[in-house]
């Protein structure tokens, strides 16, 4: 009882960080206050970094994102039991496909492996707690600076976003084998 408690309680943080990031990104235009001040400290900084050379500014600026990321990732979630039920997991992949030929067995033993995938999300998102919010002011200071810089397109045709998504997964998956987080 306790386990679905603490399940209940982690989805209602983070709806409650979603419904504020929502806010946020929706009302951006309608929050001066929100948006000045997310202009005022990255303008100087990661706009800086833009305005000098625009495909290695972005390239900088992913690779920190993507190192905090990481470390965020790394220190706030309970590493041993990550690669614990990760492990288990596996084993228990390699035992149902054994059982391909038995579907009755296959989802018994799913059914038996839910409460631990529902673990692995629980921890490996903590996280997010502390990125979501940050992460959608950036996203939409973003689009205001890149908006204002008539949508440029790095090597000719990835618009920001895509830019971003591609070479965020590379250096995150880089540096999480550097840092080992599981």
Partial sequence: MEKSGSMHKFFFVMSI?????????FMWD??????????????????????????WGMFIIIFLIAVITTFIQKYST??????QLKKEQKEMQVE???????????????KAALPASMKIMELSMRSAFYTIIPFILLFRWFMDYFTDAGNPHFFGFFSW???????????????RKVFNVA
Wanted: aromatic share 12%; glycine share 2%.
């Fill in 161 to 175: 976003f895509w830019f971003y998504l591609i070479f965020v997964i590379i250096f995150s998956s880089i540096l």
């Fill in 96 to 110: 149902m496909k054994k059982f391909k030929d038995n579907p009755a067995k296959v989802m018994e033993m799913q």
């Fill in 30 to 55: 309608s929050l001066p206050v929100v948006k000045d001040s997310v202009h005022s400290v990255l303008n100087p900084t990661a706009g800086r970094l833009l305005d000098w050379n625009l495909t």
């Fill in 78 to 83: 309970d590493q041993e039991t990550l690669r």
């Fill in 17 to 25: 960080l979603m419904v504020i990031s929502l806010v946020i990104a």
